[in-house]
């Protein structure tokens, strides 16, 4: 089968699925950013009781929880699953 003899989709179909589906990846980045968030708070709070240096996962979880809230403002730019 040719490339010219296959019927052509109008313009512009799939667009509202891949829409959906690109909700669904910030989903799947939040929910990892999330879950790495958790494990930074526990480890940097776990340095600080114990009084060893912890500053570089206190960043590294501002870092983690910054990149979060960015994600999260994008996600709820994109419209809403169904």
Same mark, same amino acid.
């Given at each position: ?31 990892? &950013? /999330?879950?790495? %968030?958790?494990? @930074? ?11 060893? =240096? *912890?500053?570089?996962?206190? &960043? /590294?979880?501002? %870092?983690?929880? @910054? ?11 994109? =419209? *809403?699953?169904?």
């Amino acid at each position: 089968m040719q490339n010219g003899s296959r019927p052509q989709q109008a313009k512009g179909a799939g667009t509202r699925s891949r829409l959906v589906r690109s909700g669904e990846d910030f989903d799947i980045i939040i929910g990892f &950013l /999330g879950f790495w %968030a958790l494990v @930074l708070l526990v480890v940097t709070v776990w340095m600080e009781v114990t009084a060893q =240096p *912890a500053l570089g996962w206190a &960043l /590294g979880l501002l %870092a983690t929880l @910054l990149a979060l809230y960015g994600m999260v403002r994008l996600r709820r730019k994109l =419209p *809403a699953r169904k």
